[in-house]
């Protein structure tokens, strides 16, 4: 599989896009809100640029797209009114794969800066946006250029499936039935990709830039804990069934496997510490139900099925992966039957997605 | 209409898309090089920036997208390994109106970027892409950022249909007919639109940065001469002849109206000048055949027919206007027609379409 030209969200604004079905990772953004405010001010208030380049890696399209850096550029217009300086003009950078609908993004620009002129007021400075295609696991940015980076739940993704994986039968992540190689296997992708991730932006950084990431991963050790992997453990058990029952090859089951690491904060720390770019100004870990619903009020009925919340999450996220892999023609049984193992389970155990949050300046 | 919603070229790689008819705009880029290279190799040898950001306005989607920056950022290469010197970084940003189809452009950037690395070899510096969306009629990037802006077949559209048309009627654009007001209410919009382009990127560019535009335009002083006007009074005919038969409403002609102005090059002088901005380098005039494969060899039957080439050619371009105003359903009849009347005319008269170019330096 090639990750870098199948990897990406579901594009459109339709019932399985992932402009609607992004409700968790908006709430992993404002849940995260207080730690990338921090950053920025301290950046803001060390240097005071003209002119502040902002970066948002992994963007995706939908309301999360510029929700992001929507609330980095008011904390800095806010500042700048308080110390009485000019507004610095803005240039975000959104950033994804490819395959990410761009489009749906653009033709949304409009509008949503003309909300934001609105609430900053016209002394402002304006708001230039720019689309950049690629992988984060290369350079994006000419040298020097960029104040800010932010990147939320999109560095645990790969930048390939790792190689040896042979062994994971019936497995399609770290399971805890996956032999040690395989562990071994996600563990030195995952280390060769986050430590090329902050070389390259360290080189695009201006010294004391900033960087606030946040990546789905674990509290745990133990890289095969339920934490990180339990949400693609049931997604195998609808796929294993679905073999079972002759709908699917247990070849093509066997030779699946996701192109993600879910890291522990230790393991966070180690590559940056290692890689040497960056000093560490804060480091933390959080949780957020699966059911990003949960504690809604005035929910309609669909919206009250927990498990139909969770598997139209995770298929904006997982589709076209799947699709890539198994065909279009199984991948809405698959997700009826992961919607239901989603929700026997969230009717018996706490659920929750871990979030690994770093903020780094350059040294 | 709102121009800035809803102009745009044909979008996707499909039959009718701008991708695959925009073999006359490739000619006239081509027929344009040697002044893009003389005012590239100008601002180099002047200043030989580490890092070049090159700006391509109107960019579109389809092979001519690419086509202008790669051979920019190739005559740079060859001339920095002349003079020995390191490589400098190269940032292109594409700009279009949000409604274009960056998708396309960005699916196709990997491929891309492999063939321009293999023949610029290794040593040279990384390229790196953005999309830009927005109109140029205002602030896209920001102040001093900008080395090299090229625009080709695009300045001739205006920000919006100019006000005071309503005695253009059975017409699409100036014509013979058109009263002296309507020729007025375009010269007038054609004025405010360009010198706001001109001011927006004298703030944008460097000093001693450099725009080449080339703009369809005309030779003759009267604006509605048939060089600029003739192509939009064919598919007024059509569009009329339909009215005959009913299957338009003549009001819904009346109120259509193309948000564009064909300049001569003394119009674009007298511009230039007023605004103050940039002094003038080369001016020029050059002129490309309507039927874009007139002189190709080895042509499949279909494309032997010029009719056929330059009504699909206007298709990609014209398409989303039509549809925006009259509706999906006439437009496959529209263009079928048109091609008919064009067909006629060019078996009876020389047809052209007149190029104004301007090299242009930023004072």
Known sequence: ?????????????????????????????????????????????????????????????GPNTLFAVSELIKVVDSLRRKMKRKSPEYQVFLNDLPGNDFNTIFR?????????????????GPCFFTGVPGSFYGRLFRKNSLHFVHSSYSLQWLSQVPEGLENNKGNIYM????????????????????SLFLKCRSEELVDGGRMVLTVLGRRSDDPSSKEGCYIWELLAMALN?????????????????????????????????????????????????????????????AFKDGGYNVAK????????????????????????RYREIIADRMSKEKTEFVNVIVSLIKV
Request: glycine share 4%; proline share 4%; with cysteine.
């Open 1 to 61: 599989m090639e990750v870098g030209q199948v990897l990406h969200m579901n594009g459109g604004v339709g019932d399985s896009s992932y402009a609607n079905n992004s409700l968790v990772q908006q709430k992993v953004i404002t849940m995260t809100k207080p730690i990338t405010e921090d950053a920025i001010t301290k950046l803001y208030k060390s240097s005071c640029p003209v002119a502040i380049a902002i970066a948002d890696l992994g963007c995706s399209s």
């Open 313 to 336: 999450c995770m298929r904006a996220v997982v589709e076209p992966l799947i699709v890539s892999h198994f065909g279009e023609d199984i991948v809405d049984q698959v997700f009826q």
């Open 175 to 194: 399971a805890s039935s996956s032999p040690p190689d395989v562990l071994r296997a996600y563990y030195k992708q995952f280390q060769q990709d986050f």
């Open 108 to 124: 949304s620009l409009s509008v949503f800066q003309t909300n934001l002129r609105n609430q900053l007021g016209t002394d402002s």
């Open 241 to 301: 069934d679905m073999v079972l029952e002759g709908m699917i090859e247990e070849e093509k089951l066997n030779t699946f496997n996701i192109p993600q690491y879910t890291p522990s904060q230790v393991e966070v720390k180690y590559e940056v510490l290692k890689e040497g770019s960056f000093s560490i100004d804060r480091l933390e870990v959080t949780e957020v139900n699966w059911n990003a619903y949960q504690n809604e009020t005035d929910l309609s009925d």
